[in-house]
Every structure is written in structure tokens, then in C-alpha cells.
């Protein structure tokens, strides 16, 4: 789960990350009387969307008057930013912080991060401060630090002193300053779940104070449960609709670009069945895991979702009957085109417990547009030649 920046910063002020003042606000009204409250002389105006690269698409501001800050509100309110981090058809800005401007003497990259292969937090650093950090790992990797930090011993002086001289700080002060920094920031990571903070940039004002003038964090889905003031943070409207029903049914579901809808059963199943879909020639228009104990139900609502996206030209079913038998999902399948409009062809290979049984049940359907897989490749090929009308 993503949240907004004015949220990580109210987290980041809890646990004594120094951030700029700044007030949330959802009307250009109250932007001129946020920016009245923070006293100015100089405010940022920040759109409020979950995604990054927004100072390059136009939804970062500075202003200079009150009469700057509601013209800036009037602009950025409502309007549908796109970046590098959005889908093309982009965002609707419907919420803006208001911040105060902040003496900048340089720019740099701090974030906290879940490195899986070595499964512990990384901390990253880089110089190279309010770039796309992307970019600066492709073009100057040499430019990025990474600290790996064992939760079991936690954040430590020398990994704060690996972080200071790999910024190139020499003054004492400015070396205790990002010190502290670094430690606040990893304890609130670890106590809060989270899965990512990133600040981009991290600022050095002319006093050698450090001020996260950015905040991003990501946190771990499962772990909501046990940080409900996290889990209130959440904002429904920043996410995927198709998404967000989905997992009302504990179907995990993300949309791609493609023309073959996927039914899967089990992350690693959908991810094969995508990588054979793509050899075949074909794209998937989707992820869609429904878990180990599909049903009508669950089979139903996931034609339903899938078939939402008009580039669906064909749906590939592929799922391997383990603790649920073949026999079963095959009724499942039937009963499910039923209660939803299936009206593209249907691809359903099973494998598994009572595999024999199901496909005879599905070759004794006479459903016109349900075409019965072999194997996985074989359904596949099926799949990519009914998407493309053969």
C-alpha cells in the first residue's frame, strides 16, 4: 500500500524526521488560506498523487504570493498529471500540500528499501539528488551508495559513518546531522512495516541541517492488520478500481497492456503462463491469480474484471487442480460463464486431480466459444491464435 507524501511526512515528523511545514488542502480556497497559516514568504504548491516524477509533469510549483499560490492551486487542482510513474492516461490531482519554501544549498537522494535478495533493508544514498534516481543508476551507478542493514542488529554508527562519507560530508556537524537522519528514518521504516521511503530530494540548507523536503513510503500488505493507523492512510482512489474489487473476492488481479486475458491459479503459475503467452506471440491484458480454492464465484468475477478491458480479445484459463479437482473448476468454469457474459473465446486448460474427468465435462458443455487446451503450450497457442481472430 502507497500513500501520499503529506502522509509519510506526518509519519516522518512523529519520529522526528525534520520536515518543511506544510497543510493538506482539496480546495484552491483553502490552498490561500493554508499558505496564509504557513506565513510564507515563499510556498511550494505539490499535487498529491501516488506516483513519482511530478515536479516534471507539471505538478510541483513555486509561488511567490498569495495571489501566485491560488492561481498555482487553480492550475494543479483537477488536473490529470502524467509522469514516468503513471499509466498514460495519468492521474487526477484531487488533494494539494502546501509548503513552506526551504533554503537549499544541495540536493541529494536518501531512501530505505527491502532488498529481497539479500532480505534485509538497503539504504541508498546518492549526490545526485532530485534526479530520477533511475536514471543515475543506469547512467552513474558509481554515484549511488548502498548500505545493507541486518534488522537483527539494526542501524549502527558505522553504517551511518559508511552513509556520511559516501555523501562526501566532511564537516563533523553535517556528518552527525545525516547520522541522526539515517537512524530516525530506519526505525520508522522497521516500526511502521514498510517496505520502501524514499526521499528524493533530501536537502543540505546552508546551515548543514538535512530536511526531507520529498516523502514516499510503501508498506507490506499482509502486515496491515497489526498498523491500522497505516492502513487508515489508505486512499482507495489512487488505486486501480479493477484492482481494488479484485481483492474484494481475494483475487489477485493487475492489468497489462495485452490482448489475452489470464485466469491462473498460484503467482507462479500466472507468471509461466504469461512468459508462454509472450513466446507464443501473444501479450496477456493481465495478471489474475485467483488463488487455490477458485469457485463459480470467484471464476465469475474474474471473467467479469478481465473482460472490463476492451482489448481482451481472448481469455486463457489455466489452472492446475491441486487440492481442488479438476472435475471441480471445470463446473466452476461452466456455472461461471452463466452468470457473466463471457463473449470473447474461452482457452481452459486444467491439469491435475482428475484432469481426464474435467475435460470431458468441458468437451460436453457445448459452450461454442470454450476451446479445451492439451497442455500448457497447447493452450497457450490456442489462446494467442483466438486473439488474433485465427
Not at 132 to 152: G, L, M, Q
Not at 157 to 175: M, N, V, W
Not at 187 to 208: H, Q, S
Not at 364 to 383: H, Q, R, S, T, W
Request: aromatic share 6%.
Amino acid at each position: 500500500m502507497n500513500i501520499h507524501e503529506y502522509q509519510a511526512k506526518q509519519i516522518f515528523k512523529k519520529y522526528g524526521v525534520p520536515i518543511p511545514k506544510g497543510i493538506m488542502v482539496e480546495s484552491v480556497k483553502d490552498a490561500v488560506i493554508a499558505a496564509e497559516q504557513l506565513g510564507g514568504p515563499i510556498w511550494v504548491v505539490k499535487a498529491q498523487i501516488h506516483a513519482g516524477g511530478r515536479g516534471l509533469g507539471g505538478g510541483v510549483k513555486l509561488a511567490k504570493s498569495l495571489e501566485e499560490v491560488e492561481v498555482l492551486a487553480n492550475e494543479i487542482l483537477g488536473m490529470t498529471l502524467v509522469t514516468h510513474q503513471t499509466t498514460a492516461e495519468g492521474k487526477l490531482v484531487q488533494k494539494l500540500y502546501i509548503e513552506d519554501g526551504v533554503d537549499i544549498k544541495e540536493e541529494l537522494y536518501l531512501s530505505v528499501v527491502l532488498d529481497r535478495k539479500l532480505e534485509m533493508p538497503l539504504i541508498m544514498a546518492s549526490t545526485e539528488g532530485g534526479m530520477n534516481i533511475e536514471d543515475v543508476a543506469e547512467n552513474t551507478p558509481e554515484k549511488i551508495i548502498t548500505i545493507p542493514v541486518d534488522p537483527a542488529i539494526g542501524f549502527q554508527s558505522f553504517h551511518g559513518r559508511k552513509l556520511a562519507f559516501g555523501l562526501g560530508l566532511t564537516d563533523p556537524d553535517e556528518q552527525k546531522n545525516i547520522i541522526k537522519f539515517a537512524h530516525k528514518l530506519f526505525k520508522l521504516y522497521m516500526e511502521n512495516d514498510a517496505e520502501m521511503i524514499e526521499i528524493n530530494p533530501l536537502v543540505k540548507t546552508g546551515k548543514g541541517e538535512f530536511i526531507a523536503l520529498d516523502g514516499k513510503m510503501g508498506f507490506d500488505n499482509s502486515a496491515l492488520g497489526r498498523q491500522p493507523e497505516i492502513a487508515a492512510m489508505r486512499d482507495l482512489t489512487e488505486e486501480d478500481a479493477d484492482e481494488v474489487e479484485a481483492a474484494k473476492y481475494g483475487l489477485s488481479y493487475v492489468a497489462l497492456d495485452g490482448e489475452i486475458g489470464c485466469m491462473v491459479n498460484g503467482a507462479g503459475l500466472a507468471m509461466g503462463t504469461m512468459d508462454t503467452i509472450n513466446y507464443m506471440g501473444g501479450t496477456p491484458a493481465n495478471f489474475l491469480d485467483v488463488g487455490g480454492s477458485a469457485n463459480a464465484e470467484t471464476v465469475a468475477k474474474g471473467f467479469e474484471i478481465i473482460l472490463k478491458n476492451p482489448k481482451v480479445k481472448a481469455i486463457f484459463v489455466n489452472i492446475f487442480g491441486g487440492i481442488v479437482r479438476c472435475d471441480r473448476i471445470a463446473n466452476g468454469i461452466i456455472e461461471a460463464t452463466k452468470l457473466t457474459d463471457v463473449n470473447v473465446p474461452v482457452i481452459v486448460r486444467l491439469d491435475g486431480t482428475n484432469a481426464p474427468e474435467a475435460a470431458e465435462i468441458l468437451k460436453n458443455a457445448n459452450i461454442a466459444n470454450l476451446i479445451v487446451g492439451n497442455d500448457l503450450g497447447d493452450g497457450a497457442a490456442k489462446a494467442v491464435a483466438a486473439a488474433k481472430g485465427n
